[in-house]
């Protein structure tokens, strides 16, 4: 079958670093997306990795390693709005998304 | 830019009866998806479109479920009847040509009493 693992729940201080990981078992991978939702509302796209290494985009970066299917978020300089879920999700076979079950990320002051 | 149009916002019915989703994508995006979440969980795939044509529904309850994209813009999901099980969100994304970033409307929240 098809599965990403996430941690369920994340708690770190406001400031600090925290990283988000990732591992997927699916039938063909075209590359592995973050997407952010906060509570009642959509999610959002953060970032996307379709080869090995390290994507920055300001204060967020996502890696890949596709040889451990692995990859993390990495969250810089946490502050309280980045309270939210986070999902990891892939696309397969058939370019069809599989999503994580989603880290609930909490920040404390 | 607007973003994705989803109505209405919430929705309560009784088991057994009908109801029906629209949707407007963002202006220009061909792919469409709607998804299913429930609380807790990541979005699920019902079904995606390519322009008119629906090229993965492998994940919807045809029994139940059924959608249109007719002139390949905004698209309607529908369930008759609906079921207990159905509460949930129901979200539409849409995105360019199957692009990784898919941009998600607010959702409709179903309740099935």
């Known amino acids: 079958g098809q599965s990403l693992e996430q941690p369920s729940e994340v708690t770190a201080v406001e400031g600090a670093i925290v990283q988000i990981n990732c591992t997927y078992q699916?039938?063909?991978?075209?590359?592995l997306s973050w997407y952010q939702q906060h509570d009642g509302g959509a999610p959002t796209f953060l970032s996307y990795n379709g080869l090995d290494g390290l994507e920055e985009t300001g204060r967020f970066s996502s890696f890949l390693s596709r040889s451990d299917s692995y990859g993390y978020l990495l969250l810089q300089e946490l502050q309280m709005k980045d309270s939210a879920s986070y999902f990891c999700a892939v696309r397969g076979s058939n370019y069809q998304l599989i999503w994580g079950a989603g880290t609930k990320l909490i920040i404390k002051p | 830019e607007a973003g994705v149009v989803q109505s209405p916002r919430y929705k309560i019915i009784e088991k057994k009866q009908p109801v029906a989703f629209w949707c407007n994508p963002i202006s220009g995006h061909n792919t469409l998806y709607w998804y299913l979440q429930n609380l807790g969980q990541g979005p699920e795939l019902l079904i995606r479109?390519?322009?008119?044509?629906?090229?993965?529904d492998s994940q919807l309850p045809k029994d139940r479920f059924s959608a249109e994209r007719l002139k390949g813009v905004d698209s309607t999901l529908k369930i008759q009847p609906a079921e207990l099980g159905d509460s949930a969100v129901y979200l539409c994304a849409s995105s360019l040509d199957s692009s990784h970033e898919q941009y998600f409307g607010p959702g409709t929240r179903l309740t099935v009493t």
């Open positions: 699916t039938s063909g991978f075209y590359g």
């Open positions: 479109y390519e322009n008119e044509e629906a090229v993965d």
